[in-house]
């Protein structure tokens, strides 16, 4: 266990909705980043937040954006969604924002647009 | 051209083999990080590295900067060890980072 939780593990929706993803990091981690695995693109980063500030930012669509609040939960919403954002949505948490920091990965989010 | 290559992209061994996956990048990294994702599809992170070597019971991860090459080898397979593999590098950014991933090794370890 890895200490990072997500939910929901799966989401079925229809195209054009919204839906909020959550992640709550492990303890005492203050950087929460988001990725997404398509059978398509492979993983791909797609934002980092650091104790509440937006650190780096990778492919993530001007429909998806993201929060980290100030209890350190974070969560990534997806709008107007279409087939291709169906995917594996994961989160992974980490002590410090830095090179020298390990990652702890939550189970991810499986979202299926219909 | 990817950033981050890895060989071989499948591999079938039988339980007891020598295993070895092997990640070359393109790019100027500060850690290159070793993945490991199961059927069931969650992520575990079995290494990271800056350079040298790490070992961790029967996996052991290597690291050449000059060469911007990495190696996942396991040793005495076990079925168990069935899995994607995946090499990720982290580049550092002005304040903060993030990983570029290789496209996964699927490894199937026969009894």
């Known amino acids: 266990d890895s200490g990072v939780t997500q939910t929901p593990k799966h989401l079925i929706t229809a195209t054009g909705q919204r839906v909020t993803l959550r992640c709550s990091p492990r303890?005492?981690?203050?950087?929460v980043y988001w990725y997404q695995q398509s059978l398509d693109q492979g993983l791909q980063f797609l934002i980092q937040?650091?104790?509440?500030?937006?650190?780096a930012k990778g492919n993530i669509l001007e429909r998806f954006s993201a929060q980290q609040f100030p209890d350190l939960h974070s969560e990534l919403n997806l709008s107007s969604l279409e087939l291709g954002d169906s995917a594996l949505y994961f989160c992974a948490s980490s002590v410090a924002g830095g090179i020298n920091s390990p990652l702890h990965f939550g189970n991810g989010t499986r979202l299926t647009v219909t | 051209k990817n950033e981050v290559e890895q060989s071989p992209q499948n591999l079938t061994a039988q339980e007891g083999e020598f295993i070895t996956i092997n990640c070359s990048y393109s790019?100027?990294?500060?850690?290159l990080h070793w993945l490991q994702q199961h059927p069931g599809g969650g992520i575990v992170s079995l290494f990271m590295?800056?350079?040298g070597k790490k070992k961790h019971g029967r996996l052991i991860a290597t690291i050449n900067i000059q060469e911007k090459h990495s190696s996942l080898h396991i040793t005495a397979s076990h079925p168990r060890d069935s899995a994607v593999y995946i090499c990720?590098?982290?580049?550092?950014?002005?304040?903060?980072?993030?990983?570029?991933f290789g496209e996964g090794t699927q490894l199937t370890v026969n009894p």
């Open positions: 303890s005492g981690d203050l950087s």
């Open positions: 590295l800056s350079s």
């Open positions: 990720a590098v982290r580049k550092e950014e002005t304040s903060g980072s993030r990983l570029t």
């Open positions: 937040y650091y104790n509440g500030e937006e650190r």
């Open positions: 790019v100027g990294i500060s850690a």
